[in-house]
């Protein structure tokens, strides 16, 4: 075990995806959150356009990063460690936060640390709860769908994820089959509001499984098939049937693995985090503790990454390194090699 150190203001990048995200974190609290979102310049083409992103993020880093240190009261001077997100994400947009922020922290001459993203997303599900480790956390976004067992800061067992689609990007593309814009996810779940789940049957996705995993590809491709066959069908039907079998998959995930770990507090962090079925299921399971962080800190976010380095650090799971600035973006970077298991 590394020795606990105190750093006190943390500036924190995320450009994982699409989200420009930097903030500032000052003694474990966020003091600021400034994300720029890219919705707009990828909407036309129904998806993140990979390189419009990383032009993106290398136009408006530095006024995105200024704002963040206006908006928390502080200024470069005033920065003890700078953190940015190593991966998993997009390599090109990954480079420009990674490489911004080591630039950051040599030319101030103070420490840099890469962060997993979805450990960034673990640490945000501490805002607004005194949650404390053990605890399970579902990261359930565009780009990720996740079950991890978090027993102290630096030990994540990912218990599943899924096979294929991500929960938000299995939202995305039913809600653009369904004439939706993208990305569709909070206005496909509008429109379940006014539709009837059961007048539609769509099959749920590992059923009988005794795992933690998720799969919603198959889903995507029954409500194709569904459209296709029955072109006069209620959309708003249709959307109530979907919303409900991929929150059913989630919330049945979720409940059996407390259950079987005997861990009953959970976090739920990711876009998905927003979805309004999603949280009255969970909530409704009077044996868990859920938390979900404020919606800001639970999509792509810069403040999430400064949490990490501050829990990390302050728990003496990880110290900023020289060595860090020699660390490469990784687009694929899974948070825990341990093999699935929920062992209490
Ligand atoms: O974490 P996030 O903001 O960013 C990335 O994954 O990059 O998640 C965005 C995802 C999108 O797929 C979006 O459609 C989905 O979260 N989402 C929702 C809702 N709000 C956002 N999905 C279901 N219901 C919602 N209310
Ligand atoms: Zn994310």
């Known amino acids: ?3 606990s150190i105190t750093v006190k203001v943390i500036l924190g990048i995320d450009t994982s995806c699409d ?34 992103a990383s032009r993106e993020h290398l136009r408006v880093i530095q006024p995105v990063t200024e704002a963040a240190l206006e908006q928390a009261g502080v200024g470069m001077a005033d920065i003890d460690l700078v953190a940015a997100t190593r991966g998993p994400g997009l390599v090109g947009a990954l480079l420009v936060g ?6 950051l922290a040599l030319a101030r001459g103070v420490p840099f640390m890469s962060v997993n993203h979805l450990e ?3 640490a945000s599900s501490l805002v607004g709860s005194d949650l404390q480790p053990p605890f399970l956390s579902l990261i359930a976004s565009g780009g990720h ?8 800061w630096g030990e994540y ?4 994820r899924t096979r294929d689609d991500a929960a938000g990007e299995a939202f995305d593309k039913v809600a653009r089959q369904l004439g939706l814009p993208y990305p569709g996810g909070a206005a496909l779940s509008e429109l379940a509001r006014e539709g009837d789940p059961a007048a539609v049957t769509l099959p749920q996705p590992l059923r009988n499984q005794t795992g933690y995993e998720f799969s919603f590809s198959g889903l995507k491709t029954a409500v194709a098939t569904l459209l296709a066959k029955q072109p006069d069908v209620s959309h708003a039907d249709v959307a109530a049937a979907f919303e409900q079998v991929v929150v059913n998959a989630l919330v049945d995930v979720v409940s059996r693995a407390a259950r079987d770990s005997g861990v009953s507090r959970v976090s739920v962090a990711g876009g998905v985090a927003a979805n309004r079925l999603l949280r009255e299921r969970l909530l409704a399971d009077t044996e868990l503790q859920v938390h979900f962080p404020p919606l800001e800190l639970s999509s792509d976010n810069g403040a999430m990454i400064a949490l990490a380095a501050h829990e990390l650090t302050v728990s003496g799971a990880r110290q900023p390194d020289a060595a860090e600035l020699a660390v490469d973006a990784l687009p694929y970077f899974p948070l825990a090699q341990q093999p699935a298991s929920v062992g209490r």
């Open 1 to 3: 075990m590394l020795r």
């Open 19 to 52: 989200d420009t995200g930097v903030g500032v974190v000052i003694d474990g609290a966020v003091a600021s959150n400034v994300v720029a979102s890219q919705t707009e310049l990828h909407e036309p083409y129904g998806g993140v356009m990979p390189e419009v």
């Open 98 to 103: 990674l490489n911004y922020a080591k630039g």
């Open 120 to 122: 960034g997303h673990i």
């Open 145 to 152: 769908t996740s079950l991890f067992r978090v027993s102290a």
């Open 157 to 160: 067992a990912e218990l599943g």
